[in-house]
T-cell receptor
Framework: GAGVSQTPSNKVTEKGKYVELRCDPI?????LYWYRQSLGQGPEFLIY????????DSGLPNDRFFAVRPEGSVSTLKIQRTERGDSAVYLC?????????????FGSGTQLSVL | AQSVTQLDSHVSVSEGTPVLLRCNYS??????LFWYVQHPNKGLQLLLK??????LVKGINGFEAEFKKSETSFHLTKPSAHMSDAAEYFC?????????????FGTGTRLTIIP
């Protein structure tokens, strides 16, 4: 597609449930990022993939959060035992990264609501 | 650690008047600085970026920003506001490490345009 695609656009779940959020980056983009944006805040870095491997997962808040990118394209962010505090917009971004400071392209995000 | 502070959470201007959105940064090194815009239900879009070239950076839609090292500021301006400029604006600093574009966002400034 033309841009970064995230599905679903909205996800409502109950406390304690497991959720998966999907990101389809722009075709050919080697780097993929996940950010989380809580209400009234700027996005916060979660994890960065270069190819299939997680090059930096320092932003993941705890071990309930996990992300994969098995074929170096689509990525899935997985949250176990969801808590109400996990409610936020989860943003995905991708870039080609042929040099530093390349432009990031963001998706529209998945609004996660944990009841 | 790098950080940015957006001095105003909300700015209102009349259509056709100048826009000023203020941002101060903190960085141990020469930073890369960005402004992103977020329209409702749309992905974050890069307005402009500073990467140690010219201190006055021109972006899309008539926006520009000036990097002032002595003041650690990177304020965003536009000579004449348009209704379509109404959005959330984020000042961002980049912590580039071997190509990892780990962005640190400010808390955002909501720009309202008065007809």
């Amino acid at each position: 597609g033309a841009g970064v695609s995230q599905t679903p656009s909205n996800k409502v779940t109950e406390k304690g449930k497991y959720v998966e959020l999907r990101c389809d980056p722009i075709s050919g983009h080697t780097a993929l990022y996940w950010y989380r944006q809580s209400l009234g805040q700027g996005p916060e870095f979660l994890i960065y993939f270069q190819g299939t491997g997680a090059a930096d997962d320092s932003g993941l808040p705890n071990d309930r959060f996990f992300a994969v990118r098995p074929e170096g394209s689509v990525s899935t962010l997985k949250i176990q035992r969801t808590e109400r505090g996990d409610s936020a917009v989860y943003l995905c971004a991708s870039t080609l990264l042929t040099a530093t400071n390349e432009k990031l392209f963001f998706g529209s995000g998945t609004q996660l609501s944990v009841l | 650690a790098q950080s940015v502070t957006q001095l105003d959470s909300h700015v209102s201007v009349s259509e056709g008047t100048p826009v000023l959105l203020r941002c101060n940064y903190s960085s141990s090194y020469s930073p890369s600085l960005f402004w992103y815009v977020q329209h409702p239900n749309k992905g974050l879009q890069l307005l402009l970026k500073y990467t140690s070239a010219a201190t006055l950076v021109k972006g899309i839609n008539g926006f520009e920003a000036e990097f002032k090292k002595s003041e650690t500021s990177f304020h965003l301006t536009k000579p004449s506001a348009h209704m379509s400029d109404a959005a959330e604006y984020f000042c961002v600093v980049s912590e580039s490490n071997f190509g990892n574009e780990k962005l640190t966002f400010g808390t955002g400034t909501r720009l309202t345009i008065i007809p």
